[in-house]
């Protein structure tokens, strides 16, 4: 299977799909709650699918639907999940406050930290001794692996919400959204690691979506940066930071965007909206080449774009209620 691509949402369905043909080939019930994330293991051979208070964990090989492994011990929606790079433990987050790290051979968990507020996201630094995580009260938090603890805790707008995070497959950036009901923003900072020890030097913040933004992704060759939203749009922003672009512009942590402005500063291009979308868009994955994107509506569609030329390739039909997790694996061989 060369190209993994599967769909989950609130119909209790985990769909995998034909990426070019858009027929649905395989379906695996998931009765127990919806699906709010999915992840494929790097080598293929595994799809985890995180529920209100497990992660299920499927053999994609095998055409048994039952799970090969659940793992238990978040006690609320679990709304964020990655897989180590060479799929020997994976971290969940959740919104009971934690963010776990999971064995994927024995279902245990190997560490857990707390927030002490519902976590959002979570995603695993390329180094992979580095967590960071985001929550509802507004924080950005990296946790070291080798240390044990909470390295940075960032807070990039007091008493909004952080919804997703994202960093560069090179280890250079680290993206977040921060938003409410009439405010979407991203903020920007470059990741820097000397000796093993990593600080943060902020980049930039810009408007990106005027209500909640649901997702940021950079795409792997971090030439774009995907913004998904409840405006029923998802955004490329072509990103552009060398020269100067790379220091902050305008006083960009202090008033980084015009109050009713949707001009971003220099670094961050609107380069494309894709409104093809009915409702919220909640998830995104980008193709291994970054030509591609496939999102996941509350209209019950998922559908794959062509960037360069904004239009829709695929619509993957079948879910009867709205499909808000998707995950892609499209690469030719083991990362």
């Given at each position: 299977m060369s190209?993994?691509?599967c769909t989950a949402g609130y119909d209790h369905t985990i769909r995998f799909w034909e990426a070019l043909s858009g027929i649905c080939s395989r379906t695996i019930p998931h009765p127990d709650s919806q699906v709010n994330r999915l992840c494929i293991s790097p080598d293929k051979r595994y799809l985890a699918a995180a529920g209100h208070h497990t992660v299920k964990l499927y053999d994609i090989k095998s055409t048994n639907p039952a799970a090969v492994l659940t793992f238990e011990g978040h006690t609320g929606n679990i709304t964020g999940l990655q897989f180590h790079c060479e799929g020997k433990w994976m971290v969940t987050s959740s919104e009971d406050g934690t963010v776990k790290i999971w064995d994927t051979r024995s279902g245990h968990i190997q560490r857990n930290y707390s927030h002490g507020v519902p976590v959002n996201d979570v995603v695993?630094?390329?180094?992979?001794?580095?967590?960071?995580?985001c929550d509802r009260g507004g924080n950005v938090r990296i946790w070291d692996l080798g240390e044990n603890k909470c390295s940075h805790q960032l807070v990039p707008e007091e008493d909004k919400s952080v919804a997703s995070v994202t960093v560069a497959t090179d280890g250079s950036l680290l993206c977040a959204a921060v938003s409410n009901s009439v405010h979407g923003a991203v903020y920007v900072w470059r990741l820097?690691?000397?000796?093993d020890v990593t600080s943060l030097v902020p980049v930039t913040k810009f408007r990106a979506h005027g209500t909640y933004i649901t997702r940021v992704l950079?795409?792997?060759d971090?030439?774009?940066?995907?913004?998904c939203s409840a405006d029923h749009t998802a955004r490329i922003w072509?990103?552009?930071?060398?020269?100067g672009a790379s220091q902050?512009?305008?006083?960009a942590l202090d008033d980084p965007y015009r109050q009713?402005?949707?001009e971003p500063p220099q670094g961050f291009e609107l380069e494309q909206e894709l409104d093809g979308h009915q409702r919220w868009v909640w998830d995104c994955a980008f193709s291994a080449d970054s030509a591609y994107l496939v999102t996941a509506c509350s209209d019950h569609y998922a559908r794959l774009w062509e960037l360069q030329s904004k239009t829709i390739i695929r619509q993957y039909n079948g879910h009867h209620r709205g499909a808000v997790c998707v995950a892609l694996n499209d690469y030719s061989e083991i990362r």
């Open positions: 190209v993994i691509l695993i630094h390329p180094n992979q001794g580095e967590l960071i995580s820097i690691t000397v000796r950079l795409s792997p971090v030439r774009h940066l995907a913004t072509a990103v552009d930071l060398e020269g902050p512009s305008h006083n009713g402005s949707d």
